[in-house]
């Protein structure tokens, strides 16, 4: 196997200590914070000619992220890595019982193309804070971003423990072919489920976040003028391809109808009366990106956008009225700049459309009135939810980012990045003395022992009382 050599070189390292200590770590994260701002620019360079990111979206999305992750990283890493007591019995009093996070090894990261940058870093920022040794996989498709990655993040990070491995489906097939102790991937449910596939075969714990269909519902109580932005931003932010995008509106028709004008305008608004002009918005990453998305406008009728154009991969921002659960755009994640409205009769035929399909990563609910958010949150399922507004769910570090079921499996963000790539370790450390403590434990066994044992484990439930 060609990459047999380096994972045995990085276990090496990851077996000889040297990722372990708090200063280590805190000294890689750094340099992975001067990488950020020495490399803004080629990064903003990079990932405009890949997918004709705005510049803007660009530095707030794979730039600001990523340094808050980092930040609250360094400023919280030495708690995350205290050792956590926990409560202990009776007969355990004088001796320390403590959960120990341990790094797992050597870990894997496969990022996806659509946030070349982001999607890599803020795994690896947990991998790193955690104590392990890593081997990045970045997309081959965002194929600027990563020549970037492979040919500059080594001079920034330690070689005996972090390498950049590049290629496409053939070399990530050979390096899945290598034991980890631990594989992140991020991308479609077909390849999650060849990711999984691989990891079974040695037992190999997994994080999969794989993305899906995100139903947005609009109640009729609402600003329509508020919504139609905010929808717009998440819809058409990096041209749609974005794995917690609006993928889909569920409304009444009547809320149609007053939607209509409100997008026109809003993206009016924020890309021009021609949006192909706009330095504001994006292109698609790839020729078969672009024929597949197309292949989606004949989903209902196109009452805003449709435009297209085969040499810049453009896509203008595109909205379908009247389109049936039937239609291809219903069938498979979007993942571009269309959003289709399906027509509902309330918020309970909305809810049952939601819950009729594999669960989202995430459920978006507009409404003035705080109890249908609050209803639509109750009886849906997803990884995240968030009322009146779109994505920004995700930018919260101290909220778990993940789906359930067919949209991820796991969670990040934060120190919850950090506890994905540790082993929570059960630690008793016992007193070589008081021997008689144990005695009710050992044969000869009678009733007495059983009692004295019963009394010293024993947990009981805390008294209730009902307030009348």
């Given at each position: 196997n060609p990459y047999a050599g380096l994972v045995s070189h990085l276990?090496?390292?990851w077996l000889s200590g040297k990722t372990r200590p708090m200063e280590y770590r805190m000294a890689q994260l750094e340099a992975l914070g001067r990488f950020l701002d020495d490399k803004k620019q080629e990064i903003l360079e990079a990932t405009e000619l890949d997918m004709g990111k705005p510049s803007f979206e660009a530095f707030f999305s794979e730039i600001l992220l990523c340094k808050n992750e980092l930040n609250i990283t360094l400023n919280n890493l030495y708690h995350w890595m205290k050792d956590e007591h926990v409560n202990k019995n009776l007969v355990m009093q004088l001796d320390s019982a403590f959960i120990r996070k341990d790094p797992y090894g050597v870990v894997l990261i496969i990022a996806p193309w659509n946030y070349p940058i982001h999607l890599f870093l803020v795994p690896l920022i947990g991998a790193i804070a955690a104590g392990n040794c890593v081997i990045v996989k970045p997309s081959e498709i965002s194929k600027n971003t990563e020549r970037l990655v492979a040919e500059t993040l080594s001079c920034y990070l330690d070689s005996d423990c972090f390498a950049v491995v590049t290629g496409g489906v053939p070399e990530t097939t050979r390096l899945l072919e290598n034991k980890f102790d631990y594989i992140f991937f991020t991308g479609i449910p077909p390849v999650g489920r060849i990711v999984m596939a691989a990891a079974a075969k040695h037992l190999t714990p997994v994080t999969l976040e794989l993305g899906g269909k995100n139903p947005c519902y609009v109640s009729d109580t609402c600003d329509v003028t508020n919504v139609a932005r905010r929808v717009a931003w998440g819809r058409f932010f990096n041209a749609g391809q974005t794995c917690v995008a609006p993928d889909y509106l569920l409304c009444t028709l009547e809320m149609q109808e007053k939607l209509m004008p409100a997008l026109r305008e809003a993206i009016t608004e924020f890309f021009g009366p021609n949006p192909q002009e706009s330095p504001d918005f994006g292109r698609m990453v790839?020729?078969?990106?672009?024929?597949?998305?197309?292949?989606?406008?004949?989903?209902?009728?196109?009452?805003?956008?449709?435009?297209?154009?085969e040499a810049e991969r453009y896509i203008a921002p595109t909205v379908l009225a009247d389109v049936l659960p039937s239609d291809p755009a219903m069938q498979e994640e979007i993942f571009g700049p269309i959003l289709p409205i399906v027509v509902v009769a309330n918020m309970d035929e909305a809810i049952d459309f939601i819950n009729a399909r594999p669960r989202p990563l995430a459920v978006y609910a507009f409404s003035c009135d705080s109890k249908v958010v609050n209803q639509v949150l109750e009886r849906t399922s997803s990884g995240g939810f968030c009322g009146n507004d779109t994505l920004m769910h995700v930018t919260l570090t101290s909220l778990p980012f993940g789906g359930i079921g067919n949209s991820s499996l796991g969670k990040y963000h934060g120190k919850f990045t950090f506890d994905t790539f540790s082993h929570h370790r059960g630690c008793l450390h016992r007193s070589m003395?008081?021997?008689?403590?144990?005695?009710?434990?050992?044969?000869?066994?009678?009733?007495?022992?059983?009692?004295?044992?019963?009394?010293?484990?024993?947990v009981k439930r805390r008294g209730t009382c009902t307030l009348l």
């Open positions: 276990r090496a390292s790839s020729d078969k990106q672009f024929q597949r998305i197309r292949a989606l406008l004949g989903s209902g009728r196109v009452a805003i956008g449709g435009q297209t154009d003395g008081l021997e008689a403590l144990n005695a009710p434990r050992y044969p000869p066994y009678t009733q007495q022992k059983l009692g004295l044992l019963t009394a010293a484990f024993e």
